[in-house]
């Protein structure tokens, strides 16, 4: 019988990518709906196909959905971040889960530094400004990035190009990352408080885990230096937005530039009245470049694993 490959949903116009490795490979292709369905849809859609192969973008693998079906061999995640799979399940029944790790470390540092410079440069309000038929140069607090310290929570692979980019602005560099020990050239690793008390512009690169859910809260934002910038490319539940909006509301944030949100994708109310707030909408990762190399990738390591070959990026202990 030929394997079927399950692709859950995708966030960009067409399957033709992954259809061309999945298929050109021998194995079937079916595939969900664009926009994600619940995680009980997914599960209807893997107890009617069986699929030996998951592929999923954006859409919760359960451990049900992974229970459903018996001959299952991965569940690859068109991405990095794994908190829509059930990791735990897959890895006792023997299922390998694998990412794409590294397809967008251009994408996501490029855009929190745009962030940082939009900020200091006020280019988020200026265009609001003139658009409203309004010419008040005078109306943002700009900023010298050279003179301001920015502090990188998390320091992964995109938190080091991250970094690297805002060296070249001769920024003072501060990191806080518990599972990264040895010192780097021109960033000083601190304490996670110390770092917020500190820093102008704070970056948000974490991985969402348990220990990280809401790890940006009301005491935390509470620490930053008045009138900062929070920066958020990683994971919506790592920041707790009610407690942003209370810190722009008040004026201890200056600005809140946030590429995700814990509730997407609706965006609160209270957050969208907030002038300081700069939100886009779950792009960082993505460029013409990178959803090619991501679609390519996830796609290859299926077809590896389902001709018995090792992945090459197994993300649980059974793929080691």
């Not at 001959?71 to 735990?88: C, F, M, P, Y």
């Not at 502090?151 to 990264?180: M, N, S, W």
């Amino acid at each position: 019988m030929n394997k079927t490959v399950f692709l859950t949903d995708y966030a960009w116009p067409d399957d033709s990518v992954e259809r061309e490795v999945i298929e050109g490979a021998g194995f079937r292709l079916v595939t969900g709906p664009s926009d994600p369905l619940p995680a009980t849809g997914i599960e209807d859609l893997v107890r009617e196909h069986r699929p030996h192969a998951i592929m999923t973008c954006w859409a919760q693998v359960s451990g049900e959905a992974i229970a459903a079906a018996p001959d299952l061999r991965i569940v690859a995640r068109l991405g990095v971040g794994l908190d829509n799979i059930s990791v735990s399940t897959a890895t006792s029944r023997n299922i390998v889960v694998t990412n794409v790790p590294d397809y967008c470390v251009e994408e996501v540092s490029d855009h929190a530094v745009g962030f940082a410079l939009a900020w200091t440069r006020g280019l988020v309000h200026f265009d609001r400004e003139v658009r409203a038929g309004r010419w008040a140069p005078a109306s943002a607090k700009l900023r010298r990035l050279s003179e301001l310290t920015v502090g990188i929570i998390g320091f992964g692979r995109i938190a080091r190009a991250t970094a690297r980019k805002l060296a070249a602005f001769q920024c003072e560099l501060l990191a806080h990352d518990p599972y990264v020990m040895k010192s780097e050239a021109g960033i000083e690793f601190t304490s996670l408080d110390d770092l917020l008390a500190r820093s102008d512009i704070a970056v948000v690169h974490s991985p969402l885990t348990d220990s990280t859910h809401r790890l940006i809260n009301r005491d935390r934002l509470g620490k930053m230096k008045p009138g900062g910038l929070l920066i958020n490319v990683s994971r919506g539940g790592i920041v707790d937005t009610e407690a942003v909006v209370e810190a722009l509301q008040s004026g201890h944030l200056s600005a809140a530039a946030l590429d995700v949100l814990e509730s997407e994708p609706t965006v609160p109310g209270e957050l969208l009245e907030q002038p300081g707030a700069l939100i886009s909408p779950h792009v960082a990762f993505s460029s013409d470049a990178s959803l090619i190399e991501l679609r390519r990738r996830a796609a290859e390591e299926v077809v590896r694993v389902l001709r018995g070959e090792a992945p090459r990026n197994p993300c649980n202990p059974i793929a080691r």
